[in-house]
């Protein structure tokens, strides 16, 4: 096993469409997604798509909650790790909702990203499994941005508001200029109802 480079905006490989998958069992696939499990790790990121690791396929990892009822509140995050490959997304409505993202190929930024509200998502994982989930909220952003990855789109193509692209270490101080905006509005608004 090993840590593997991560390609960083700019990179070509960053920047193409990757290929499908034809044998997710082959053993130089579960070898590449042992690594990236274990990069992802090293890096304390959510998720990696290959393309992240200059390997041109379609294949992403990440973490996020599955809502498995039988899932006990110990259970170690490893739990919710999902290996994706060839996945299709398909949003379930036009309802777009943005949240702050970041990402190891854009290292020390943040951006305020529009996304698809819910989506359902299909793809195989390791050992022959199928995966069909309906998501919504943190699941449905994070399963788009590392599918981006699989078509050479990073997270800043996606803005519609660079005002919204900030260093890290910024990123606390625009939250709070955000939340007093929110605050000011919602004090307009208890205002006009007021009235
Ligand atoms: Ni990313």
């Keep these: 096993m090993a840590i593997l480079k991560i390609a960083r905006m700019g990179h070509p490989v960053l920047m193409r469409r990757a290929e499908e998958v034809a044998d997710p069992d082959a053993p130089e696939i579960s070898y590449l997604v042992h690594n990236m ?5 090293d890096a304390q990121g959510l998720g990696l798509a290959a393309p992240q690791v200059h390997v041109p396929k379609r294949v992403v990892i990440f973490h996020a909650p599955t809502g498995d009822s039988d899932r006990e509140p110990d259970d170690p995050p490893e739990r919710d790790l999902t290996v994706l490959f060839n996945p299709v997304i398909e949003p379930l409505s ?5 949240g702050w993202e970041g990402c190891l190929s854009v290292p020390g930024l943040r951006g305020q990203v529009p996304r698809h509200a819910s989506i359902r998502y299909r793809g195989l994982t390791l050992n022959g499994g199928k995966i069909d989930r309906t998501v919504h909220g943190i699941h449905a952003r994070v ?3 590392e599918c981006d990855h699989l078509d050479g789109i990073l997270y800043p193509m ?9 260093f890290e270490s910024e990123f606390h ?3 709070e200029e955000t939340e007093e905006v929110a605050a000011k509005s919602s004090h307009v608004e208890a205002e006009m109802s007021d009235g």
Excluded at 37 to 41: D, K, P, V
Excluded at 158 to 166: E, F, G
């Design 94 to 98: 036009d309802e777009l909702v943005y």
């Design 37 to 41: 499990i274990e990069t992802m790790a």
């Design 143 to 145: 399963v788009q941005h």
């Design 173 to 175: 101080r625009t939250m």
């Design 158 to 166: 996606r803005m519609t508001d660079l005002t919204k692209l900030v």
